[in-house]
């Protein structure tokens, strides 16, 4: 089963602190023990940069530290990872710009209709996230494919 797994869900699976820890990192484990088929937005892992170093948690997350998270759960594109990392074209950006104006979707939804396009492209049996609600109204087309953890 191929799944992607959104920012949200990889911030809760790495900080133990979070509230959703223990709902989100059995999707990692499972990809570690090749039970799911891993896939990430490239833009997720910038994304997962920025909200772990600036997340409201003491000690902070250092730069260092954020990365050594992403490098102990192997959240890098095979073969030394366990996710097939996906990117954009500049043409898949300017289409989820043109959907989400067309549609009406204003500020950072656009992010989420860009993990969205990536969910798309590749395929996935079901992208999992903690913002249903926001995925479900940039993602019309994959609604039925939209899980919680």
């Known amino acids: 089963m191929k799944i992607l797994l959104d920012t949200s869900v990889l911030?809760?699976?790495?900080?133990?602190?979070?509230?959703?820890?223990?709902?989100?990192?059995?999707w990692v484990r499972r990809a570690h023990v090749g039970e799911i088929d891993l896939v990430l937005a490239a833009?997720?892992?910038a994304e997962l940069h920025a909200v772990l170093t600036t997340l409201p948690v003491r000690p902070r997350i250092s730069p260092r530290t954020a990365r050594q998270l992403v490098e102990e759960n192997r959240l890098a594109p095979k073969p030394a990872g366990?996710?097939?990392?996906?990117?954009?074209?500049?043409?898949?950006?300017?289409?989820v710009v043109e959907e989400v104006a067309r549609n009406g979707v204003a500020g950072g939804a656009v992010y989420d209709a860009l993990i969205a396009k990536v969910a798309d492209l590749a395929a996935v049996d079901h992208l999992v996230t903690l913002n249903g609600k926001d995925f479900r109204r940039v993602w019309p087309d994959g609604v039925e494919r939209v899980r919680q953890p």
């Open 11 to 26: 911030v809760a699976a790495l900080v133990r602190s979070h509230p959703e820890h223990e709902r989100c990192l059995p």
């Open 43 to 45: 833009h997720s892992l």
């Open 82 to 95: 366990v996710a097939t990392v996906v990117a954009l074209e500049a043409t898949d950006y300017l289409t």
